[in-house]
């Protein structure tokens, strides 16, 4: 499932040349539409690695979880700190799970 | 020195063992001597006794340790003498971690026996986990320029070159006129001692005249400002002045021969309308000058100038008199230079509202005995000059002069602000004008009278006179006037006692306001200095008044807002004593300035579009660099960075990381919340500090971090918090405008509101994130929004993420 980009937040990041979601997706998926606002260029080749989503400043990029491992509605949504990301997993029950991960940030 | 890891001495300072009697010390010393790299742990009771820091110089000296941390209160200057006795046996300053009890809420005792134990030891380990990320840091120096650009020669600028000139620093004085002196030169007397401004200029001149380190610029303004403090590149332009300033001698043969005749002061006083059209002074000031003239408004320099666009075709008549061929009348274009600097100093002055848009009151343009005050200053210099020409248009018994205050000024359609100086100057031109005429019958119309400090003294003595006559209200100037007409019939509303006022009168002194000058609005563009809503020069108006935002570029006088001549000296003289650090051949940089982690940074030059001072520029790998000569150190940028790439020396992001991570286990009850407040070491973290200092319920539930700007604050690092299972996260800033950085307490909120946005989607209470704003002396409000905060937090339950 393709990123969802919030555009009443999204500020193209500042409209500089490239924003960071375009610098960090592995597919070069992502670019900005003609408002200068983050899209994806090709949503079926997105493969969900979420880095958009983890890098967004604004916190204006959501990934919805494939439907194939959380049916439609499911979220999963990651907090970045300097050393860590907090996932949290909410399911179409409305169940919430929470797990931290260390990352190797430093 | 330089062991490998690092290995810290704590010490305990409990001077009269008063912390003994809240926390178990025994206890603490027991848990933290565990602790890896921990060599030495002891409580010091009286760290002042001669022979204590000796046994901490010993322990360093041995090689035991090679950085400290200290637990206790201490003042700054306590901090500093501890510093100092240290580095004699090699401790960087930098090297020391102080873990101050008063203002993490321990040392009032406030608690439980086991909370205080508990909060005393998980603070401990935050200063020790902090104190190991510590690094050694030495200011670093840049190369700098020596010299100062001024830019207007008024009595602001003079006042300026001649500080710098007395401490040895090459001044350039770039002036848009002939000579200097500015408007204080057109001037019949000045405040507060009523002497004549031209001995007020030639008083300061003294140390200018003689000195080789100044160089005058006249018919000249700045094009350009590039570069940086220490290092500003200006380029000037100048107007040929068509006379070689080092060979004439000023006798002014030339003048003698001129055929043109000019008025005095064409270009002096109001850049709009064209003078001359104005028909009120043409007829008062009977003064000219000639095409050929000395320099205007002051003769310094002492060279005259030609002015070459009223010089009739073909003439050269000045050419063949001048004695030493100074005179060069063929065409010549405009030089441009460039001038390095270490700063610029910008004292551009004020031009006076013009009083042609008042037409619809006051006849300004329309009735020839309707004049401005700056003209007025003109006819009694020209009166006390001695010269015959009757102070009044009409022949013979004219004597009735009136004055409308706030022309121009404190009107929402005009200046919405006091100009401040006119009441004054209304009472100095009465003061001057009952001397040379003692027949003036004087009438003041005016709003209120604003005479402040001394000169309120000179006010009331006019006041008491018999013939100043003061109305509250504001005239008219009657439209039947004859335009021609010798006299003037003013109707007025007295407004305090309701009746209307009819005043003849021969001579009408409009008290214009002052409005910021054109030259200064240009060069504020050119240097891109912002400018307040009035288009005065912006600066922090009590803690640096002076300086703008861009650092290096300093303001000073009336271009900083209305002034009086002493207040507009005054100003030049702190601004000069700011720029008197950029001009020292170096410039000292503290230690604690961002740097960019190359390895993270993703370029996404949010940074440089935020940085409220403007320091980022992208070196040639496209990353971007910080000018630290620009750099006010208030970690904005730090804050900002989506992939926490930049960290503030001394306080850097893994710094506060560790700090952080420390609290993950609680030291209190599950049920009791723990906050960690972020607060800005301007005025918040103050406003806590005192809170403690007057002894006022802190809760403990608090754990305190200054930054130096709400800004600097990583969403990276509220993320961290929430992520351990902190409940409540404050960020503590200034209230809006009142940022020492612009707008660090802004910048801030939105993006822990872009957070909290975030939170609400993870289900996750979004008020855990919250910003405050708080005054210095806001220490009662403090504390009861804790305790707010806490209510709503226990309302909320424990934090999700909470073990």
Redesign the interface.
């Known amino acids: 499932m393709p990123p969802r980009v919030d555009l009443t ?1 999204c500020d193209g ?2 409209a ?1 040349d ?3 979601c375009e ?2 997706c592995p597919g070069n998926l992502m670019t900005l539409n003609e408002n200068s606002q983050a899209m994806c260029r090709e949503s079926s080749d997105c493969w969900d690695c979420m880095s958009c989503t983890k ?5 204006a990029i ?1 990934t919805r979880v494939p439907y194939q491992i959380g049916y439609h509605g499911a ?1 999963l ?1 990651p ?6 990301i ?1 996932w ?1 997993s ?1 399911d179409i029950n409305d169940k ?1 799970e ?1 797990f ?1 991960c260390k990352t190797r ?2 | 020195m330089g062991t490998n890891p690092p290995q810290i001495g704590l010490y305990i300072i409990d001077p009269g063992e008063t912390l003994a009697e809240i926390v178990d010390l025994q206890a603490v010393i027991q848990k933290c001597a565990k602790i890896r790299q921990v060599e030495v742990c002891e409580v010091i009771s009286d760290i002042w006794a001669e022979q204590s820091l000796q046994t901490v110089q010993e322990t360093v000296t041995e090689n035991r340790i090679d950085r400290l941390v200290w637990v206790g209160t201490f003042t700054a200057q306590q901090k500093k003498t501890i510093q100092n006795v240290l580095l004699e046996v090699g401790v960087n300053p930098y090297l020391h971690e102080w873990c101050d009890l008063q203002l993490q809420t321990i040392a009032l005792g406030k608690g439980t026996e086991k909370t205080l134990l508990g909060k005393t030891l998980t603070v401990i380990e935050m200063a020790l986990a902090r104190a190991k990320q510590l690094q050694p840091l030495v200011p670093i120096k840049l190369p700098a320029s020596d010299s100062v650009v001024v830019v207007g020669a008024g009595i602001a600028g003079l006042h300026a070159a001649a500080s710098f000139i007395e401490r040895g620093k090459r001044v350039h004085l770039v002036e848009k006129q002939s000579g200097v002196g500015g408007k204080v030169a057109l001037l019949s007397r000045f405040y507060p001692l009523l002497c004549n401004p031209q001995c007020g200029i030639e008083y300061v001149l003294k140390t200018l005249r003689n000195s080789d380190k100044l160089t005058l610029h006249t018919l000249s303004k700045p094009l350009a400002v590039e570069g940086n403090a220490g290092n500003f590149s200006v380029t000037i332009q100048s107007q040929p002045r068509y006379v070689d300033t080092d060979r004439c001698n000023g006798c002014g043969l030339c003048s003698n021969v001129c055929p043109v005749e000019l008025p005095i002061f064409l270009d002096n006083i109001q850049d709009e309308p064209p003078f001359q059209e104005a028909k009120g002074i043409g007829g008062l000031i009977k003064e000219t000058r000639r095409a050929i003239h000395a320099s205007v408004p002051f003769s310094f320099p002492e060279s005259f100038v030609v002015e070459r666009a009223s010089c009739p075709e073909g003439c050269c008549k000045c050419e063949d008199a001048c004695p030493t061929k100074a005179i060069d009348l063929s065409e010549q274009l405009p030089a441009e230079q460039n001038i390095t600097a270490g700063a610029v100093l910008a004292t551009t002055g004020w031009d006076p509202y013009p009083l042609s848009r008042l037409n619809n009151y006051h006849g300004y343009g329309q009735h020839a005995n309707v004049i401005g005050n700056l003209e007025m200053e003109q006819l009694l210099s020209q009166i006390s000059k001695g010269s015959d020409i009757p102070l009044f248009p009409s022949e013979g018994d004219g004597n009735r002069v009136g004055f409308i205050q706030c022309s121009g000024s404190r009107n929402t359609k005009h200046l919405s602000y006091c100009s401040s100086v006119c009441c004054s100057a209304t009472i100095k031109q009465i003061k001057q004008l009952k001397t040379l005429r003692p027949d003036a019958k004087c009438t003041v119309f005016y709003q209120d009278m604003r005479c402040n400090g001394f000169e309120e003294e000179l006010y009331r003595e006019l006041r008491s006179t018999s013939d100043v006559l003061f109305v509250r209200g504001f005239p008219k100037v009657e439209a039947s006037n004859p335009p021609e007409g010798t006299k003037l019939t003013l109707v007025c509303e007295d407004t305090f006692s309701g009746r209307p006022i009819t005043t003849e009168l021969d001579l009408l002194v409009l008290a214009g306001g002052m409005q910021p000058s054109k030259a200064g609005v240009e060069f504020a563009e050119l240097s891109g200095l912002p400018l307040n809503d009035h288009n005065f020069f912006e600066g922090h108006y009590q803690c640096y008044p002076e300086e703008s935002q861009r650092t290096g570029i300093l303001t000073g006088g009336c271009a900083r807002g209305p002034m009086n001549a002493s207040q507009s000296i005054e100003s030049a003289g702190r601004a000069a004593m700011k720029a008197l650090k950029f001009l020292e051949g170096t410039i000292s940089i503290e230690p604690t300035y961002p740097v960019v982690n190359q390895l993270k940074c993703d370029q996404c030059k949010r940074c440089v579009e935020e940085c409220p001072f403007d320091c980022y520029r992208l070196n040639d790998k496209g990353f971007p660099e910080p000018d630290l000569s620009k750099c006010r150190q208030c970690g904005n940028c730090m804050g900002i960075c989506p992939v926490s790439a930049i960290s503030i020396n001394h306080l850097t992001l893994k710094q506060l990381a560790v700090q952080i991570e420390i609290l993950e286990n609680s030291f209190l009850d599950y049920e009791e919340p723990i906050i960690l407040a972020f607060l800005c070491e301007n005025d918040a973290l103050v406003a806590a500090r005192s809170a403690m200092d007057k002894g006022l319920n802190v809760p403990m539930n608090v754990i305190h971090i200054g930054v130096p700007c709400a800004g600097a604050v990583n969403n990276a690092l509220i993320a961290d918090a929430l992520s351990i299972g902190i409940d409540g996260v404050l960020i503590g800033g200034c209230k809006d405008g009142q940022c020492h950085y612009i707008n660090g307490n802004q910048l801030v909120n939105k993006r822990s509101g872009d957070l909290a946005d975030k939170l609400k989607t993870m289900r996750v209470e979004p008020e855990r994130v919250q910003s405050l704003s708080l005054e210095i002396h806001e220490a009662e409000r403090y504390v009861t929004i804790l305790e707010d905060y806490i209510q709503s937090l226990k309302a909320m339950g424990p934090s999700p993420f909470k073990l």
């Open positions: 937040k990041c500042k500089q490239e924003p960071l610098q960090v890098v967004y400043p604004v916190g959501e979220k949504i907090m970045v700190g300097t050393n860590s907090t949290t909410i919430v929470r931290r940030n430093d």
